[in-house]
């Protein structure tokens, strides 16, 4: 066991240096750069900015400075945000990022398996025909649709709720947000449940198990649930990696100030220490998450070896 | 939305695997259609989605304006003079430039399906060829393809996407061939497992001691049984592209007008529902229905193809 | 020359009058609200508040309510008294001498000419590597040019603090506008022991130290920047506004919804789409924003391709409709344009041009006219590209103006949307190439020196050696007016731009109870330190 968590731990770093390489040469080839505005900047000025941020050096010389100052734990500069360093960027967006995708996978993964299982337990009757085409539209709705009319009812009409702000995460700032996020992720956790759900059912000892008289709740949840398990958690890793930084439709409407936002607007803005910074960071969380996944298995379903 | 469907699929086609090595041999396809046909939601969204097909295909030849053409008439007032109506050839309204709604709807269309079929066909291609080749060679071959497949799991593709989108222009077919080469790795690894646990079975050996060539055993009995998988899996990755597009839409990134696509309809609609509904209902409808239709269509091919149901 | 400065310091004695009669800057009687804050929209983020790192607006904005220089604009955007309570030029218009107020930093150190000094030799310094350097080049301070390329000290500009209160610059040559850039933001003081303490990081709220109405308190990215009263400005008696929030909201929609949600107290952009419902549904909120002092054209290639030709770029510019384009299509108080320099402009008389005054249904008769006559018609149509940036706005008036040269010429125009960096970056524009401009100062030449033949913005390639004789013989003019007329009618003529239109006065929602926010100024340079908000 140990010895394999040493081992993906050994690949990240070669895979890491790989993304970092590939992210960096993308940005650099790319037509346009951090210091390419509206107006043009006279010859003079622009040759002082670019020797400023190393951007007069050959590419190769421009990435080992890079991985030079990151292996010392420094993400350097933000070409856009001069006030801040990369580093200060991310501590600021991060904790938004997470803590808006913690409580969103908090609310929708137990949610999202209770409708799952109801659908499954009551299989082709009206129940499970509504339940899904409810977490089906859930899937199909657009975020970008949702958080206004949201913002649009809870807000302005009922004025329940604030329209947007972060405020350091005070509770009534997070509820739409929460619920934008959640929504999406309710209605897909409930279909891979049911699916799954569905399958395990079928399996012949859980059959036994009703022709022996035992109750459905028992049954639910001594022996269909763990192995029902197993594809929820192969959703969790990459859908919470995604959930934490690929909010950029609720930075936008909420103005949370969030991790995917500097991403998008990094990538627009071509502040290659920005974009470098947060790709490297979604990529270890990427290893890490998946690294965990794989750890539960065994813990869910002892047969699986690794 | 992407990730999530990805894994949604892969779990289901994990499933598919052990399934259609069971029934490998018998009249497979046969057995599948007859019970694909007597799933009442699939064969409705077949019909539904065939319709849809049919109106983007024809719709822009029947329109009364072009997707791009502005209409000079009612470009003064687009919310009131641009309503739905029949009388003004505006069958759905017009946007905001005077642009016919359902011609631009249509044309969308196109883009948007094209955008999720090739999508997948990518997919598709590349994973059934490097899952094949890894379970068929096996070995060294096998153990370095998976190690890649590996390295490349842990890259964020999401944002790669984006980067590459904002980086190297909003080309449309450039989108969805970035979309389909990233989106492979789960087909690639579910393709080698079937072809590897074929490979061992009787009936190939067989085979192979009778003098049948590779590539006859390769068309004649692995592409078969992969094939059932990969429909069931491109399937339910089709809307997940349609979706994708429309989000890279909305980030700007998607295609650029004239041209269209429902995402970026949607999302313009999105910013006029209290002054012109229309906008985002024609759209919506049309790209709603077709997710649907793939959602249940993959549902049936799934339980179609699942001898479990029996 | 000198009957205008001695105008110019006339009028500054008067705003100074003014000023001190006008103490408090809301009417007596006027009840005030217990708590004195507001919160606005900046439209983006700022990119930087350290002066010597701003180099566009949502930046500026910030600016001036953090730091004062020695001038700052009215509300009409005359250039009154900041630091500086006065000055004086010497006989040939070279070298300026400032007499500034004894005020204090917002950490109770007193501001000093050398704080001016620093900040204005720090702006140039190629170390420092501000974008807007080159503003402290127009004027041509000494040695500004030799500085920023790394020729010359930045010890040796020519400022000078000749005591505590006294700050003196001195000009290479006499350079007519130079008082009407010393109000722009990036040439403010800055505290230089703070700058030295914490490096690039000084502007953090935990750091930075400033000398204007407000101070930051807090900033987080992407979500918000507060900032709160300056207890130690020189004018903190009259500064009512205890603390602006200020939001990076860059989608209108966005704002308009967080403006009815009650979050902000002023939306400045309405989204096209709810304009009329809006003005109709809350008529108390209106309010009205002078056009600021910029221009929207396009660049037509004069060097290459069919637009070489000049009867096809009058054809393309006869051809659109700018009444459509702006009442329609912006929806956004934008004025049709025939020319480029905004008629608002101090101390300038537009040109005419023959063609403004004709109907659009002339000007289309002419256009085909002119584009049979190049050879081109239904069998050969005129074809070309159009590069324009991807912001949506761009995107629909191309759309649209592509909709009018195909119906009324025939053309087949190819719309090349770029996105924005690559746009900004591009070398080689197309046939026809979004341009535009804001004025740097309010005087001419900031827009006619675009296109002499060097200019380093002149996409159309504009090559006339005649204007560029003009625009050099104004350099050195007392009172250039007439030559930039005679210019900017030459580059009318061969129509090297299309000109399409100016911002006008829009409409805007703003909370009632705000008060001393009047957006008059032609540069759009506001402060708020004179703004306030009514008991509600």
């Known amino acids: 066991m140990l010895l394999y968590i040493l081992r993906r731990l050994l690949i990240a770093i070669p895979t890491l240096l790989f993304i970092a390489l590939v992210s960096f040469w993308l940005m650099h080839v790319a037509p346009g750069g951090p210091f390419d505005m509206e107006r043009p900047m006279p010859e003079v000025v622009r040759a002082n900015i670019e020797a400023k941020f190393h951007l007069d050096e050959p590419f190769l010389t421009q990435f080992f400075i890079y991985i030079g100052d990151f292996l010392q734990g420094d993400l350097g ?31 929708s993964v137990p949610t999202g398996m209770l409708l799952g299982a109801l659908a499954a337990l009551n299989r082709n009757s009206r129940l499970d025909y509504f339940l899904m085409s409810l977490s089906m539209t859930g899937v199909v709705i657009p975020a970008f649709v949702l958080a206004p009319v949201m913002v649009t009812i809870f807000s302005i009409q009922l004025g329940w709720f604030p329209a947007g702000g972060w405020e350091g995460g005070k509770p009534i700032f997070l509820v739409l947000p929460v619920m934008s996020l959640a929504i999406g992720s309710i209605a897909s956790i409930a279909r891979v449940t049911r699916g799954a759900m569905i399958e395990t059912l079928n399996q012949p000892y859980i059959r036994t198990a009703r022709a022996k008289g035992l109750s459905t709740g028992y049954i639910l949840f001594h022996h269909a649930l763990r192995p029902s398990l197993i594809p929820v958690v192969a959703m969790l890793g990459p859908a919470f990696v995604a959930v934490v930084t690929g909010s950029v439709i609720i930075d936008i409407f909420f103005g949370t100030g969030g991790m995917g936002q500097h991403f998008v607007s990094g990538a627009l803005n071509r502040d290659y220490g920005l974009v470098m910074g947060i790709t490297l960071i979604v990529a270890s969380l990427t290893i890490f998450f998946n690294l965990v996944v794989d750890l539960l298995y065994t813990i869910i379903d002892p047969r699986i070896r690794i | 939305m992407l990730v999530t469907n990805k894994i949604n699929t892969q779990q289901l086609a994990d499933q598919l695997a052990d399934n259609v090595e069971a029934v490998a041999g018998r009249s497979l396809w046969q057995d599948a259609w007859a019970r694909f046909r007597k799933n009442r939601a699939a064969m409705i969204s077949v019909c539904v989605l065939l319709f849809i097909i049919v109106c983007i295909v024809i719709g822009p030849s029947i329109a009364s304006f072009s997707h791009d053409e502005i209409d000079w008439n009612v470009v003064a007032d687009p919310y009131e003079l641009g309503k739905p109506s029949l009388s003004s050839g505006h ?107 074929i490979k061992k079975r009787e009936f190939i050996e067989a085979a192979h ?55 970026i309809l949607i999302a313009e609609g999105a910013k006029t529902i209290d002054v012109a509904i229309w906008l985002l209902m024609f759209p919506s409808v049309f790209l709603v229905a077709t997710l649907f239709c793939f959602n249940f269509i993959g549902d049936g091919l799934r339980d179609a193809l699942d001898p479990k149901d029996r | 020359m000198k009957i205008r400065t001695l105008l110019m310091l006339s009028s500054l004695l008067c705003s100074v009058t003014t000023l001190n009669v006008l103490a408090k800057p809301y009417p007596a009687g006027t009840s005030l609200a217990e708590k004195q804050e507001i919160t606005l929209n900046n439209g983006a983020e700022v990119t930087s508040i350290d002066p010597a790192k701003q180099a566009a607006e949502p930046a500026f904005n910030l600016g001036r309510d953090l730091y004062e220089g020695l001038a700052v604009q009215d509300k009409l955007g005359r250039t009154i008294p900041g630091i500086a309570e006065s000055w004086s030029v010497n006989d040939d218009n070279t070298v300026y001498t400032f007499k500034l107020r004894h005020s204090k930093w917002s950490n109770g150190d007193p501001l000093t000419a050398k704080d001016f000094v620093y900040a204005w030799q720090r702006l140039l310094d190629p170390k420092t590597a501000s974008p807007y350097a080159w503003f402290a080049a127009i004027p041509k301070i000494k040695n500004s040019a030799k500085i920023m390329k790394g020729k010359a000290d930045p010890g040796t500009l020519g400022v000078r603090a000749v005591d505590d209160y006294t700050f003196e610059v001195t000009l290479e040559q006499s350079v007519p506008f130079f008082l009407k850039l010393i109000s722009h933001p990036v040439l403010v003081p800055v505290h230089k022991a703070t700058i030295e303490k914490y490096g690039s990081e000084w502007t953090q709220p935990e750091h930075i130290v400033t000398n204007g109405a407000f101070t930051v308190s807090e900033w987080k990215v992407n979500e918000k920047l507060v900032l709160v009263k300056n207890p130690n400005y020189w004018d903190a008696d009259n500064v009512v506004l205890e603390k602006i929030t200020w939001l990076p909201i860059g989608d209108a929609n966005v704002a308009l919804n967080r403006y009815l949600a009650g979050e902000i107290d002023q939306v400045l952009a309405l989204p096209s789409a709810q304009k009329k419902q809006l003005l109709r549904k809350y008529p108390d909120e209106i309010a009205n924003t002078s056009a600021s002092l910029g221009s929207t054209f396009y660049y037509l290639n004069t060097a290459e391709g069919p637009t ?45 041009p023959e063609f403004a005054g004709w109907s659009q249904k002339q000007r289309n008769e002419a256009a085909k006219k002119l584009i049979t006559e190049a050879g081109y018609g239904k069998d050969n149509p005129l074809r070309l590209t159009f590069t324009v940036p991807t912001f949506s ?36 524009p197309g046939n026809i190439n979004r341009g535009g401009w804001t004025a740097d100062y309010n005087e001419a030449s900031t827009w006619l020196d675009i296109f002499i033949s060097s200019g380093e913005y002149n996409d159309s390639r504009y090559n006339n050696p005649k204007y560029d004789e003009l625009m050099a013989l104004s350099k050195v003019l007392a009172d250039p007016s007439e030559e930039y007329r005679q210019a900017e009618s030459l580059l009318i003529n061969d129509m090297a731009i299309i000109p399409v239109y100016r911002p006008g006065n829009d409409k805007y929602l703003v909370k009632p109870y705000i008060g001393g926010y009047e957006r008059t100024n032609p540069e759009s340079s506001y402060y708020r330190k004179n703004v306030y908000v009514k008991a509600h």
């Open chain 1, 77 to 107: 500069p933000s070409f856009v945000y001069q006030d801040f360093t990369v580093t200060q960027l991310v501590a600021q967006s991060w904790p938004v990022s997470a803590t808006l995708g913690v409580l969103s996978f908090c609310i």
């Open chain 3, 308 to 352: 070489k030709d000049i009867r096809v770029r009058k054809a393309l510019s006869y051809a659109i409709d700018r009444e459509i384009l702006t009442n329609a299509i912006l929806n956004n108080g934008g004025i049709p344009m025939y020319n480029l320099v905004p008629p608002q402009t101090d101390g300038y008389k537009e040109i005419i």
């Open chain 3, 393 to 428: 706005g761009d995107v629909k008036l191309a759309t649209a103006m592509v909709g009018m040269w195909k119906s009324v010429l025939g053309a087949q125009v190819e719309i090349k949307q770029l996105e924005p960096k690559v746009f900004y970056a591009l070398k080689e």
């Open chain 2, 209 to 263: 001691s009778i003098g049948v060539s590779k590539i006859t055993i390769v068309r004649r009995h692995v592409l078969p049984n992969v094939l059932g998988i990969v429909m069931v899996y491109s399937s339910l990755m089709v809307p997940g592209f349609i979706m994708f597009e429309s989000f890279l839409s909305f980030l700007g990134l998607g295609v650029q007008p004239p041209d269209t696509s429902w995402g």
């Open chain 2, 91 to 197: 069958y759905f309204g017009t946007d905001d430039l005077g642009q016919d709604l359902f011609a631009r709807t249509m044309k969308g269309g196109r883009l948007s399906i094209m955008v999720g079929f090739m999508g997948a066909l990518v997919a598709v291609v590349i994973g059934t060829l490097w899952g094949s080749i890894s379970g068929y060679v096996g070995g060294v071959v096998d153990s370095t393809m998976m190690r890649i497949i590996e390295v490349l799991d842990s890259v964020p593709f999401m944002f790669m996407v984006i980067l590459f989108v904002t980086l190297f222009g909003n080309n449309i077919y450039l989108i969805f061939i970035v979309i389909g080469m990233v989106s492979w790795l789960g087909i690639a690894r579910v393709v080698r497992g079937v072809t590897f646990s």
